[in-house]
T-cell receptor
Framework: DTGVSQDPRHKITKRGQNVTFRCDPI?????LYWYRQTLGQGPEFLTY????????KSRLLSDRFSAERPKGSFSTLEIQRTEQGDSAMYLC?????????????FGPGTRLTVT | AQSVTQPDIHITVSEGASLELRCNYS??????LFWYVQSPGQGLQLLLK??????LVQGIKGFEAEFKRSQSSFNLRKPSVHWSDAAEYFC???????????????FGKGTHLIIQP
C-alpha cells in the first residue's frame, strides 16, 4: 500500500491557461474523490468516481472543470481557462466501501496558483 | 443544508496540557463522523471515526472523541498534547442514508492548534 499520490505537487499558471492534475489512488480502492481546499477553509467536495463512472458532481464543479477516470484506476482533473479564483489546493482521496467502509484516504494535494 | 461547524479557528495549548476541539453537525439523520489532521505539506490523515455503537471512540496518536447525539457534537480530546500535535484539525461528516450515491465528505473549516512550550 503506497498511499494516494498526486502529480504535480505544485503548479503555477497564468490566467486563461489550462491545467491538468493526476491522482493515483490506492490500488485496490474502487472509489476516487476530488476536493478543493482554499486558504483557511476545509476541503470542499467536487466529484467522485466509482470505478470509471462519475457518480456525483458538486455545484462547485463549473463547466470549466472536467474529471475523468478512464480505466477505473488513475484520475485526471482538468481546469480550462483558469481564473485567479481557482487558486487552491486540489486534494484526491480514495476508498473502497467493501474494504474500508466510509473512510477516505487522502493524497498530499496539488497546490495551484493562478497569476 | 447539511453542515459541520468547528467554532474555534485557533486554539493554543501548553505542551503536556489536555486538549478538546469542538465539532458540531447539522444533519437530518445522524451522520458518520470523522476527525482528520493536516500538517503543513502533508495530506489529511484520519485520526478516528464514529459510525455507531460506543459513543467514545479511540483513535491514533492518543486521540479520542465522544459522540453526543443530544448536542449534535463530536468533540476531539487528548489528555496530554505534544509539540508534534501542532497542526490543522478537521471534523468531517457523511450521510450514509442520503441515497443517490452522495458520498462526499462535508468538512468543517478547521481548528488550528498551536502548542506552547
Amino acid at each position: 500500500d503506497t498511499g494516494v499520490s498526486q502529480d504535480p505537487r505544485h503548479k503555477i499558471t497564468k490566467r486563461g491557461q489550462n491545467v491538468t492534475f493526476r491522482c493515483d489512488p490506492i490500488s485496490e480502492h474502487n472509489r476516487l474523490y476530488w476536493y478543493r481546499q482554499t486558504l483557511g477553509q476545509g476541503p470542499e467536495f467536487l466529484t467522485y468516481f466509482q470505478n470509471e463512472a462519475q457518480l456525483e458532481k458538486s455545484r462547485l464543479l463549473s463547466d470549466r472543470f472536467s474529471a475523468e477516470r478512464p480505466k477505473g484506476s488513475f484520475s485526471t482533473l482538468e481546469i480550462q481557462r483558469t481564473e485567479q479564483g481557482d487558486s487552491a489546493m486540489y486534494l484526491c482521496a480514495s476508498s473502497d466501501r467493501d474494504r474500508v467502509g466510509y473512510e477516505q484516504y487522502f493524497g498530499p494535494g496539488t497546490r495551484l496558483t493562478v497569476t | 443544508a447539511q453542515s459541520v461547524t468547528q467554532p474555534d479557528i485557533h486554539i493554543t495549548v501548553s505542551e503536556g496540557a489536555s486538549l478538546e476541539l469542538r465539532c458540531n453537525y447539522s444533519y437530518g439523520a445522524t451522520p458518520y463522523l470523522f476527525w482528520y489532521v493536516q500538517s503543513p505539506g502533508q495530506g489529511l490523515q484520519l485520526l478516528l471515526k464514529y459510525f455507531s455503537g460506543d459513543t467514545l471512540v479511540q483513535g491514533i496518536k492518543g486521540f479520542e472523541a465522544e459522540f453526543k447525539r443530544s448536542q449534535s457534537s463530536f468533540n476531539l480530546r487528548k489528555p496530554s498534547v505534544h509539540w508534534s500535535d501542532a497542526a490543522e484539525y478537521f471534523c468531517a461528516a457523511v450521510n450514509p442514508f442520503s441515497g443517490g450515491g452522495a458520498d462526499g465528505l462535508t468538512f468543517g473549516k478547521g481548528t488550528h492548534l498551536i502548542i506552547q512550550p
